[in-house]
């Protein structure tokens, strides 16, 4: 808030415009009486005319500062008005409390409004607190982690566990866990995101507390809160390590007002004031023109008023905008004009852009709360919503007949969709014009041109905005980077072109990528953003010599002893240090005094990680060319120290190209300047775009549901009886409410699909992914140097085309776009070869690649995709799949493997599992709802993979067998853990995250045994053929898991059935069908449809497992008991389980096969019986029980049988009961008679 008599408070600096010399030179321009009468026709006011004194002498240049002051001033009484109000006690700006409100350590921003978590829980409260009335505040939830945001009273005490919430008179919504918490917790509200407002709603006047997320009630969380004397509730907020918001008290219009709460703080009414002043001001600019050789003044229409230069004009609107400089926005003309003028354009560039004002605000186009606001009920007067509705839980092509009304509805809404777009489309380019002009670069006489201006103020909003910070400044909002976003792109392909256009051997756009030298010459600087292969401070150690040989760059030996001794200072501050710091200091934000070395220029580096941050290397100017054999020194440089020479390059310096790998052409692609601001293009996408775009899908998704309530609704008033008047009305008002409901929403997607989704944005998120596709291509061929790209390429790749695929649909298709083949093969190509690529080191972007690559193979199009790349790419990719499952995330490589093998498994045709039919359909976008597309080529090549060698498979296999004994002994824990808390006579709570634990545990059983079935189908001879040293190990370890899960599926009234019946939420894929059809699909494919001899010895095998239970194969069919010999099947009982009850997932063929499998066993269960002879129980394997001891180990002697040594030391080369190393295994039989020749080990 200004103090009394000030000017606009707006800005936190003071620029001086102009020196009294220049001022006097100014004034001489034109007569002092026609300046006079110009200025004070500008800066008039009927409501606050100038004291006699004042007006008295003539206005100038000189004293016009003076005379806006007194302008600008606003009476005692509104100053003071902005005080006390009745149920609020505390000041009247309203800011986090960073001197004893605060609990563990924050990091609080320079407008004590941001806050970020810099310990276990930390927690801090507003500095004003409420008693009486209703009000609210906003929060900007910027990480979507821990935190718990509310209300709390100055008794309250926390601590680093309990925080807002847990104790008595708190109260907090969670949208992390979605829950809601006073002292005890229950569910409440939905999910938040990063990006998400939430508003916090107290009523004292009726004891109600409520939230809001995105302005759509979440309901009344609590009721009867405490009041009275010594009750007052300030907003507190308790967050975990690194999770950050920001506040909104009412110093900014709240986001999402919500009628009759009156915000924390008053808007600054005195501001207001003078800000309408100051719009008057330029209203008068805009009417009056400046005739200096006739010597008066001429009125103008605005709309006419140019700005022509003239010296007068400018100074006037430069002290408008010291004054003002927010305005800017409101003016997009205005501010074209005054960009043109050169020096005005590089002093906003250097002093008000970026610093004053966010920048980003010209390029946002807001999107109206309510269509009211932008006059959409005028431009779209005719309403429509598509009417794609299918049978609930089918998968359906039928499209309703479109009426001849609803075809004119349509027509007329699209003619408005068109009418807004083409007015969106005006303002976007003026947009694109303002950034034009801050990207020109042939405006660098008398000093730097506009365009190094902009890259060093773009750079540091990166920076500021770039998740991680260790101080946490104002982020700029998902939606207004959107925008920046796509004007930028047209700017930056408006220039690209252009030099094209005079410089034949540079590249066009369509063209453009980032050379692999930009991330390894620290030309450009990454924050502490995390790269390909990790730290750089570690990649320039270990891969010096290659930067030495392949880009000729040495890093300077002070620079890595740099770097090694910063690692070592962030924990040997000296001690006298800390204690002169306060405490407090953390809670109020900003940069930790730490004391900082000499040799450390750069801001970058003096945040708190300092040692995770990206030292900007530059090379010196060589003064001539650089031979083969040379190599350059380079040292430091921050950005701020950057010239234009440092970016464009000069003589034989190449600039920001230095260090060009022998694999990168000599030809330039473009500019170097316009190489950067690509660069900051994509990291902006990943900063918060992609996120954005993702979220603004939900209007579409909000437009079918109410579409499918309004479509059930109409049916039931069609059903409605005649004499049953009171529901027939009461469906008519539900009726009007979906239908002005989707009146509402239907315009306000057609306002998202122009600003958001649109044709023209939908390519330039295109263009991005394939800038993407082809720096990464670049990159790798540099072989060990791609590890210096930083990690946001590869996920901005993966992101880009996600959101081309499930975001910019239904309207446009991605398979529209240019090159859209050739595109899906590149991505394809990259993720097959970067998914195990050992240069990528960091967890998450290994994982990111996997899930990728995982929905890759999930639809037709990209699995195709993914067949079309080269063979040699293809078999390395299978080859990595098959690799042992230890140490990676072998769920998705699993998950990859089923999705080639789905379409082709034993009743493995299915998109929905049968029991989930008539359940809400899910969406249809998500990979496992796709529709089964196998691959018969990928299949061929893992057949022939598993052939190759006698360790491929053993290894691949006994990792899968390891993880589906684990997996399914995780599940079989977990549901015991379910069923015993559901019997508990007391109301109980079983955890979510439990239970999804336990589904994922079942549905990683079920892939696994998938994956076995497949490898059977394609290689039984790896199981069957017992001339290969593991077959026999392999296959009796493969008889003994099938048999554990048969018993405990299908064990009549066991858990599994138990838990199954109870149908918890989060266990809905937990059923019979799924894990049963994948074993009976691996014993049909080892018992009946091999050959007779392999046959046999999978039955032997089977049967000789001690827990094989006939039984078990009887219910596969629904029979409790096995048939009768030479008797058909009776018909099932529909109370129990049965395959033949499946008729729609499970052919005839296979059925048969299932009886012929029954009746064999049953034969062979039979004949074993009546031949079994008994063993000694000191014959007896010692470690299962279940086999004759048939192998003794060298040198220690100890037995066991085969089986049971041969999967041990697939592991493990100790005994199992001596521990000694094992050398060598021999037969027992032969070792009792006669000393044989032992095998190794």
């Not at 005079?502 to 450009?524: C, D, H, L, M, T």
């Not at 040495?554 to 405490?583: C, H, N, S």
Request: aromatic share 8%; proline share 5%.
């Amino acid at each position: 808030m200004a103090s009394k008599g000030a000017g606009m408070s707006f800005s936190r600096k003071s620029y001086r415009l102009t020196s009294d010399a220049e001022k006097s030179r100014v004034t001489g321009i034109v007569q002092e009486k026609l300046l006079n009468d110009y200025l004070n026709r500008i800066f008039s006011s009927s409501d606050h005319a100038p004291p006699a004194a004042t007006s008295r002498k003539p206005l100038n240049f000189q004293n016009l500062p003076e005379h806006l002051d007194l302008l600008l001033q606003v009476d005692d009484e509104e100053e003071e008005s902005q005080g006390q109000v009745e149920g609020r006690l505390g000041p009247s700006t309203v800011v986090l409390d960073h001197t004893g409100g605060f609990e563990g350590l924050l990091l609080v921003d320079d407008d004590l409004l941001g806050v970020i978590g810099h310990s276990n829980f930390g927690t801090i409260r507003s500095t004003t607190c409420v008693y009486k009335g209703k009000w609210v505040y906003e929060v900007l939830i910027s990480s979507q982690g821990l935190m718990q945001i509310g209300w709390c009273t100055i008794s309250c005490r926390f601590n680093q566990e309990e925080g807002v919430g847990d104790t008595h008179n708190s109260y907090a919504y969670d949208g992390n866990r979605v829950r809601k918490w006073n002292v005890t917790t229950t569910n409440y509200g939905k999910a938040w995101a990063a990006g998400d407002i939430v508003s916090c709603l107290i009523d004292l006047d009726d004891g109600t507390l409520s939230f809001c997320l995105n302005g759509v009630s979440l309901g009344t969380a609590f009721e009867n809160l405490s009041r009275g004397l010594g009750m007052a509730y300030f907003p507190a907020i308790s967050l975990s390590f690194k999770e950050s918001v920001a506040f909104n008290f009412g110093s900014r219009p709240l986001r999402y007002p919500v009628a009759g709460y009156r915000p924390l703080q008053d808007p600054p009414s005195a501001d207001l004031v003078r800000a309408q002043r100051l719009l008057g001001c330029f209203r008068a600019v805009l009417s009056v023109e400046l005739d200096p050789v006739e010597g008066q003044l001429l009125d103008k229409e605005s709309s006419e008023w140019r700005l022509r230069g003239q010296p007068t004009v400018l100074l006037t609107l430069a002290h408008i905008f010291h004054r003002f400089a927010p305005l800017l926005i409101h003016y997009l003309r205005l501010t074209i004009a005054i960009l043109r003028h050169e020096k005005s354009r590089k002093f906003l560039l250097s002093n008000v852009l970026f610093d004053v004002l966010r920048s980003v605000v010209f390029f946002y186009i807001k999107s109206p709360l309510r269509v009211e606001e932008a006059g959409l009920q005028e431009l779209i007067p005719t309403t429509w919503w598509p009417h794609r509705f299918s049978k609930e839980g089918k998968e359906s092509t039928e499209m309703k007949e479109e009426t001849a009304e609803e075809r004119l509805r349509r027509r007329a809404y699209e003619r408005g969709c068109q009418r807004l777009k083409k007015r969106i489309e005006v303002v976007e380019e003026l947009q694109v014009q303002i950034l034009k002009l801050l990207l020109d670069n042939k405006d660098g006489n008398g000093g730097e041109a506009s365009r190094y201006i902009f890259l060093t103020k773009f750079r540091k909003f990166l920076q500021e905005n770039a998740s991680g910070r260790g101080n946490m400044p104002m982020l700029c909002p998902p939606e207004y980077m959107v925008c920046f976003l796509h004007r930028l792109i047209s700017a930056l392909r408006y220039y690209w072109d252009e030099y094209k256009a005079s410089n034949p051997r540079a590249s066009y756009s369509e063209e453009a990528y980032i050379p692999p030298q930009v991330f390894y010459n620290g030309k450009v600087d990454y924050f502490d953003l995390q790269r390909l292969g990790g730290l750089l401070s570690h990649l320039r150690k270990t891969l010096k010599d290659d930067l030495a040989s392949k880009a000729n760059i040495v890093i300077d030996p002070l620079e890595l002893q740099a770097t090694t001794m910063d690692d070592l200072d962030e924990d040997e501050e000296p001690a006298p240090a800390m204690a002169q710091r306060p405490m407090q200091a953390l809670a109020v934000g900003g940069s930790l005094p730490l004391p900082r070395p000499s040799w450390l220029s750069s801001p970058t580096l003096g945040r708190a990680n300092r040692f995770l941050s990206t030292a900007a290397v530059s090379l010196m100017t060589p003064r001539r060319p650089l031979s083969t054999s040379e190599k350059v020194k380079v040292r430091t440089l921050s950005v701020e120290q950057r010239t234009r020479e440092d970016i464009e390059g000069s003589h034989w310096n190449e600039g920001l190209l230095l260090g060009r790998p022998p694999e990168e052409p000599e030809q330039p692609l473009t500019e170097n300047s316009l190489l950067e601001v690509l660069d900051g293009v994509v990291m902006m996408y990943n900063l918060s775009v992609h996120q954005q775009l993702g979220k603004m899908v939900g209007v579409s998704d909000d437009v079918n549901e109410y579409a499918v309530a309004l479509r059930d609704t109409e049916d039931k008033l069609r059903r409605c009886p005649e004499w049953r008047k009171d529901i027939f009305t009461e469906l008519t008002k539900s009726q009007k409410v979906f239908s002005e409901k989707l009146d509402h929403l239907s315009r306000r997607l057609a306002w998202v699909h122009a600003t958001v989704y649109s044709q023209e944005k939908m390519l330039d998120i295109y263009w991005l992914l394939r800038v993407c596709l082809r720096t990464i291509e670049h990159g790798d061929r540099t072989g060990s140097l791609f590890a210096f790209m930083p990690e946001f390429y590869l996920s901005v790749a993966i992101n880009s085309y996600s959101a081309l695929k499930n975001y910019f649909g239904p309207v446009h298709s991605m398979e529209e776009l240019p090159g859209y083949e050739e595109t899906l093969t590149r991505l394809a190509a990259i993720l097959a070869k970067h998914f195990a690529d050992t240069r990528i080191v960091g967890t998450d972007i290994r994982d990111s690649l996997m899930q990728a690559l995982a929905s890759y193979v999930c639809y037709p199009h990209s699995l195709r995709a993914v067949e079309r790349i080269p063979e040699e790419q293809r078999i390395a990719m299978v080859r990595n799949l098959l690799a042992p499952y230890e140490q990676r995330p072998w769920a998705q490589t699993n998950w990859i493997l089923v999705r080639l093998w789905r379409g082709c498994g034993f009743g493995y045709r299915y998109t929905r599992l049968p029991h989930l039919l008539k359940t809400k359909l899910e969406d249809a976008n998500l990979p496992s709802l796709q529709k089964p597309c196998p691959s018969t080529l990928l299949q061929r090549h893992m057949a022939d993979l598993l052939q190759q060698g006698p360790d491929a498979a053993p290894s691949f296999l006994n990792s899968v067998l390891n993880q589906l004994n684990w997996a399914f002994s995780e599940f079989i824990g977990m549901i015991q853990e379910i069923q015993q808390a559901a019997e508990r006579l007391e109301r109980n709570f079983v955890d979510s995250r439990q239970l999804k634990v336990c589904a994922t545990c079942f549905d990683l059983s079920v892939s696994l045994l998938r994956v076995l079935e497949m490898t059977i189908t394609l290689v039984p001879e790896i199981f069957l053929d017992w001339t290969r040293p593991t077959s026999e190990m392999l296959l009796r370890r493969l008889a003994q898991l099938l048999n554990q899960v048969l018993n405990r599926v299908t064990a009549e009234r066991n858990l599994f059935d138990r838990v199954v019946t109870l149908r918890l939420p989060g266990l809905e894929s937990v059923d019979h069908y799924p894990i049963l059809v994948a074993v009976t699909g691996i014993l049909v494919q080892l018992l009946v449809r091999g050959p007779a001899s392999e046959r046999e010895r999978a039955t032997s095998v089977l049967l000789a497992d001690p827990c094989f239970q006939l039984r078990s194969i009887c219910y596969l069919l629904g029979q409790p008991e096995p048939p009768a010999p030479g008797t058909t099947l009776p018909a099932p009982d529909r109370k129990r389980f049965s395959l033949q009850s499946y008729a729609d997932y499970i052919s005839a063929d296979e059925l048969a096969q299932v009886e012929q499998m029954l009746a064999h066993l049953t034969s062979a269960s039979a004949q074993a019986a009546a031949a079994s002879l008994p063993t000694s129980e000191e014959d007896l394997c010692p470690i299962c029980y279940a086999h004759p001891i048939s192998a003794v180990f060298q040198p220690c002697g100890h037995k066991s049988c085969k089986a049971c040594i041969n999967q041990h030391l697939m592991n493990n080369k100790d005994c199992f009961f001596c521990k000694a190393t094992i050398v060598s295994v021999e037969d027992w039989e032969k070792a009792a008679s006669t000393s044989t020749t032992s095998s190794a080990a």
